[in-house]
């Protein structure tokens, strides 16, 4: 089993325009990207905001599954939400990470664009194989800021559908990505 963290960021990301922002936390993406967590066996999926009512929100939708009328409503759910670890940085991530694993993760990034230094699946794959830990950081919003980015160890291939069109939600991506990167071959 690939030792494996995941990440949304909230912060920085960039919106339409290309403006750094702080993006919203949202239920569906909690409960989504949770799930495939677990069922992948991710050690820890990260929420990454600085916003204090965000973290507020996001800390009341996991007690509600994990310590509340949701988890005795659904304790499969409760199960997924359990890996929900809320950071307000990535550094907070990455020394979280260290603090656990004694070793700083390597980050691995996504993003819808190629750039030409991106990494295929089948490499990452490759590279997940081993025993030091990986942070799989995805954005929100529009995606990750750059700065971002040219920061990670590896940069991911983007998702390529059969189309032009390109602009997965991040539930999506996740999945697609987590199987892609650690799901069991056929």
């Known amino acids: 089993m690939?030792?494996?963290?995941?990440?949304?960021?909230?912060?920085?990301?960039?919106?339409?325009?290309?403006?750094?922002?702080?993006?919203a936390v949202t239920n569906l993406d909690l409960h989504d990207i949770s799930r495939a967590a677990k069922t992948y066996g991710v050690k820890t999926f990260y929420v990454v905001t600085p916003l204090k009512d965000q973290i507020t929100l996001a800390n009341r939708i996991i007690d509600h599954w994990t310590r509340g009328a949701g988890a005795r409503y659904n304790p499969i759910r409760c199960k997924a939400l359990e890996l929900i670890q809320i950071k307000q940085t990535i550094a907070e991530v990455?020394?979280?990470?260290?603090?656990?694993?004694h070793s700083y993760p390597k980050t691995v990034v996504t993003c819808a664009k190629k750039y030409p230094s991106s990494i295929s699946f089948e490499k990452m794959r490759g590279l997940l194989a081993g025993e030091n830990p990986f942070l799989l950081a995805f954005g929100t919003a529009w995606g990750l800021a750059?700065?971002?980015?040219?920061?990670?160890?590896?940069?991911?291939?983007?998702?390529?559908?059969?189309?032009?069109?390109?602009?997965?939600?991040?539930r999506s991506a996740a999945a697609i990505i987590l199987d892609r990167l650690i799901g069991t071959k056929i």
């Open 146 to 170: 750059e700065e971002t980015i040219t920061a990670a160890d590896y940069i991911l291939e983007p998702v390529v559908g059969n189309t032009n069109y390109n602009h997965l939600s991040v």
């Open 2 to 23: 690939p030792n494996i963290h995941v990440a949304l960021i909230h912060y920085p990301v960039v919106n339409k325009s290309g403006d750094v922002i702080a993006s």
């Open 94 to 101: 990455a020394s979280h990470i260290h603090h656990s694993e």
